[in-house]
């Protein structure tokens, strides 16, 4: 298959495209180079596909490379945080007009099959079970909770302690930051885009991926890359909460694996979600314990608080993944940590300093 991979020099991406050629697949990569995740010249593990430097929006662009291409995997994104609500107009314009101009040129050069990478972070909280009122969601925790060391979200009925469970992908969708929310309106405009066409979409929900090529030194980047960068700078992770919020953290390789799967098998549906997920979650203070012990660096520093727009548990339900795409993790997570302590990383990136017009 011919194959247009969108940030193909990034993270994520250029490992799927690695693992698209080393299956015999020829890789179209074009990617942006956003200061947010590089340095503002291509890594040297993206020459073996030769990036065409260029953005998503440009639909010219995008006409051009199309040509001949069997599918597309769309992984360019503004992903993260970010720095404060000025980072809103950037999001919506990468992830959102993006997006929608990759499916226009899609539809123009009669290109039928995405993979899209969404994120988890569509689903807001995890999957919450009451005693007393079953399956329930959380309203969003308060600030003077975080402040105060109350960090496990309440029944919204009773007020009572909630069990955390499995999150399967048709929860409810409740985005909780400007990223959340851009990454859902991408899904919806690719849902609508296949049903108009009768293209299909895999829009792969990734948890928290980790790995080699994580952008440093940047707050747009995983919770993985913030405490690496900490210890190899001689600092202790800061923990924010009390450590104990739970995720699941998911190997790159694995991610990539994902992907070609995606691009291989027909999709059942227009539009078809799937948590990409290593299915043994573990909390944000075992990393920091994890990688500090794989660094030879300092102990983790739980410093309470919470930003905003965090949750407190999201676990993944990896059994729609594995039912409809064959895909099960095969990175655990101490073996990935370890590799991870010592993988190369990009270099650090542009940051850029906020703006009251998120220019």
Same mark, same amino acid.
């Given at each position: 298959?011919?194959?247009?991979?969108?940030?193909?020099?990034?993270?994520?991406?250029?490992?799927?495209?690695?693992?698209?050629?080393?299956?015999?697949?020829?890789?179209?990569?074009?990617?942006?180079?956003?200061?947010?995740?590089?340095?503002?010249?291509?890594?040297?593990?993206?020459?073996?596909?030769?990036?065409?430097?260029?953005?998503?929006?440009?639909?010219?662009?995008?006409?051009?490379?199309?040509?001949?291409?069997?599918?597309?995997?769309?992984?360019?994104?503004?992903?993260?945080?970010?720095?404060?609500?000025?980072?809103?107009?950037?999001?919506?314009?990468?992830?959102?007009?993006?997006?929608?101009?990759?499916?226009?040129?899609?539809?123009?050069?009669g290109v039928r099959r995405?993979?899209?990478?969404?994120?988890?972070?569509?689903?807001?909280?995890?999957?919450?079970?009451?005693?007393?009122?079953?399956?329930?969601?959380?309203?969003?925790? #308060?600030?003077?909770?975080?402040?105060?060391?109350?960090?496990?979200? @309440?029944?919204? !009925?009773? &007020?009572?302690? +909630? /069990? $955390?469970?499995?999150?399967?992908?048709?929860a409810p969708l409740e985005?909780?930051?400007?990223?959340?929310?851009?990454?859902?309106?991408?899904?919806?405009?690719?849902?609508?885009?296949?049903?108009?066409?009768?293209?299909?979409?895999?829009?792969?929900?990734?948890?928290?991926?980790?790995?080699?090529?994580?952008?440093?030194?940047?707050?747009?980047?995983?919770?993985?890359?913030?405490?690496?960068?900490?210890?190899?700078?001689?600092?202790?992770?800061?923990?924010?909460?009390?450590?104990?919020?739970?995720?699941?953290?998911?190997?790159?390789?694995?991610?990539?694996?994902?992907?070609?799967?995606?691009?291989?098998?027909?999709?059942?549906?227009? #539009?078809?979600?799937?948590?990409?997920?290593?299915?043994?979650?573990? @909390?944000?203070? !075992?990393? &920091?314990?994890? +990688? /500090? $012990?794989?660094?030879?660096?300092?102990?983790?520093?739980v410093v309470g608080g919470?930003?905003?727009?965090?949750?407190?548990?999201?676990?993944?339900?990896?059994?729609?993944?594995?039912?409809?795409?064959?895909?099960?993790?095969?990175?655990?997570?101490?073996?990935?940590?370890?590799?991870?302590?010592?993988?190369?990383?990009?270099?650090?990136?542009?940051?850029?300093?906020?703006?009251?017009?998120?220019?």
């Amino acid at each position: 298959m011919r194959i247009l991979v969108t940030g193909a020099a990034g993270f994520i991406g250029s490992h799927v495209a690695d693992l698209l050629a080393d299956h015999g697949h020829e890789v179209v990569a074009m990617d942006a180079l956003l200061p947010e995740a590089h340095g503002g010249t291509p890594p040297e593990w993206s020459e073996r596909h030769g990036p065409v430097i260029g953005d998503v929006r440009d639909l010219e662009l995008l006409t051009r490379l199309l040509a001949g291409v069997d599918a597309v995997c769309h992984q360019a994104a503004m992903v993260g945080h970010g720095l404060d609500p000025s980072d809103a107009p950037r999001y919506a314009a990468h992830n959102d007009l993006g997006t929608a101009t990759v499916l226009a040129a899609m539809h123009a050069a009669g290109v039928r099959r995405l993979v899209l990478a969404s994120s988890m972070v569509v689903y807001g909280e995890g999957r919450y079970h009451c005693p007393a009122h079953g399956i329930v969601r959380p309203d969003g925790r #308060l600030a003077a909770d975080l402040a105060a060391g109350r960090y496990e979200p @309440t029944c919204p !009925e009773c &007020a009572g302690v +909630l /069990a $955390a469970g499995l999150v399967p992908e048709d929860a409810p969708l409740e985005p909780r930051s400007t990223y959340a929310a851009t990454k859902l309106a991408q899904e919806h405009l690719a849902g609508a885009w296949a049903r108009q066409t009768g293209g299909t979409v895999w829009a792969l929900r990734y948890h928290n991926v980790y790995g080699s090529r994580m952008p440093r030194d940047t707050p747009y980047a995983g919770v993985a890359s913030i405490f690496r960068s900490a210890l190899a700078a001689g600092r202790p992770p800061r923990v924010l909460e009390d450590g104990r919020q739970r995720r699941d953290f998911v190997h790159v390789s694995d991610v990539a694996a994902a992907n070609l799967l995606a691009l291989t098998t027909p999709a059942p549906d227009a #539009l078809t979600p799937v948590n990409v997920c290593s299915g043994q979650p573990h @909390t944000v203070g !075992e990393l &920091a314990h994890e +990688l /500090a $012990a794989a660094m030879g660096g300092p102990a983790p520093v739980v410093v309470g608080g919470g930003r905003p727009a965090d949750v407190r548990h999201v676990v993944a339900d990896p059994t729609r993944a594995a039912r409809l795409l064959g895909f099960t993790a095969r990175t655990g997570f101490a073996e990935g940590v370890a590799a991870f302590a010592t993988a190369p990383s990009r270099e650090p990136a542009a940051i850029r300093t906020p703006s009251t017009t998120g220019g």
